[in-house]
């Protein structure tokens, strides 16, 4: 297959090519398990103050892709900027998460704003403008923002929890209220989305890390037709926008995501089938994933196992090799770089 000298191969996958290498980068690949990260978390002081100083978020997102040559980097922010810009209170307490002011109450949601203030987000668009400058063409430059579903989870409880019973809970009591919220974040993150397009990032990223924990209807309602209307308004506003979806969990789902959500590429979680990942969703989209963040941590003949098993099932069609989720804190360096090293070595190469 001839390749385009300067054209990113991860882009190439997202116009549904098939590469010969497979491009690779990792969810969270700036963060805590790099030394270079510490030290300039530390400098920054608050988690908000790093997402919201351009040169320092600017140097960790270009830190992963200076020390692992990545095929992509990702935007350094976080989800939880969008309800911070839709004036709910967020702060972040160490060796904790997230804390919220809890909407428990729909009476709650008319402490927000109806629309987002892209002024208190301004400093995330000039981070992309000096990472932009920087950052070589054959490296793709990723922008994302949490799915409307996500995001209300952790508005509604006012902090992480292991099943989302809070939201669940909400969507149920009160589904007018619900809606509205829904409502708000799907035009918030559309127009957060078109923004950082403008502002120089090559594709975008939904993460729906609590997609899993919904019933296939409320999975519809909450999850595809919100993600369905993103995508969509986005690319009113920015023909060709290429988006990748990520919605954790979903397993057989996956399908009614697909049929709902008109995304380039589907991002896939390290419980998918990888059977039914090539059969049943790369003949319909090119896939992102999906090697468990724990076979990464533990290194070794497992590493090598499970990363040749997802290059044997996926990289014979359009494939980006990623992470299932995030990669963990105590991840060892020397794992990221075999990890890099035995991908690129292509698929049962010897
Ligand atoms: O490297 C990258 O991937 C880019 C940066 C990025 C962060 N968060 C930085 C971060 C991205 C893409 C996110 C997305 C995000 N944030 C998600 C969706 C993906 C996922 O992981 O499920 C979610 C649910 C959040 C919300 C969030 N942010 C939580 C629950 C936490 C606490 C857990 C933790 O890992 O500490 C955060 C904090 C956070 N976001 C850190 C980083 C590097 C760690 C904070 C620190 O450095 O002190």
Redesign the pocket.
């Known amino acids: 297959m001839s390749e385009t000298p300067g054209t990113s191969p991860l882009l190439r996958v997202l116009a549904g090519q098939r590469t010969t290498m497979s491009p690779i980068w990792l969810?969270?690949?700036?963060?805590?398990y790099l030394p270079e990260?510490r030290a300039v978390?530390e400098q920054a002081g608050s988690?908000l103050s790093?997402c919201f100083n351009p040169k320092l978020a600017a140097e960790v997102t270009l830190q992963?892709i200076r020390r692992f040559g990545f095929d992509a980097a990702?935007?350094?922010?976080?989800?939880?900027v969008v309800p911070h810009a839709l004036g709910q209170q967020v702060t972040?307490v160490?060796g904790e998460?997230?804390r919220l002011e809890a909407l428990a109450q729909p009476e709650a949601l008319s402490g927000l704003r109806d629309e987002i203030d892209h002024g208190a987000l301004e400093p995330v668009y000039e981070t992309i403008g000096l990472v932009r400058r920087q950052l070589p063409s054959v490296v793709a430059f990723l922008g994302?923002c949490?799915a409307p579903w996500?995001l209300a989870t952790?508005m509604i409880a006012g902090c992480?929890t292991p099943d989302q019973a809070p939201a669940r809970m909400f969507a149920y009591s009160y589904p007018e209220a619900f809606t509205r919220l829904i409502d708000v974040l799907v035009e918030a993150s559309a127009s957060y989305l078109v923004r950082q397009l403008q502002a120089g990032v090559d594709a975008v990223q939904i993460?729906d890390?609590w997609a899993g924990v919904l019933p296939p209807d409320e999975f519809r309602r909450w999850c595809v037709e919100p993600c369905g209307r993103i995508v969509a308004k986005v690319r009113g506003q920015v023909p060709g926008a290429k988006i990748i979806g990520f919605p954790?969990g979903a397993g057989t789902k996956l399908l009614s995501y697909l049929d709902g959500v008109a995304v380039d590429a589907v991002g896939l979680d390290w419980m998918v089938d990888l059977g039914f990942a090539r059969d049943a969703l790369q003949t319909r989209r090119p896939v992102q994933g999906n090697l468990d963040p724990l076979a990464l941590r533990a290194g070794g003949a497992a590493l090598d196992r499970e990363v040749d098993a997802i290059l044997e099932a996926l990289a014979g069609g359009p494939f980006i090799f990623n992470l299932g989720?995030?990669i963990l804190?105590d991840t060892p360096i020397a794992h990221v770089e075999r990890l890099i090293a035995r991908v690129r070595r292509g698929p049962a190469s010897g």
Not at 74 to 80: E, H, K, Q
């Open positions: 969810m969270r690949q700036a963060g805590r990260y978390r988690f790093l992963p990702i935007l350094f922010s976080d989800i939880l972040f160490e998460g997230p994302f949490g996500t952790y992480g993460f890390t954790r989720h995030g804190p």
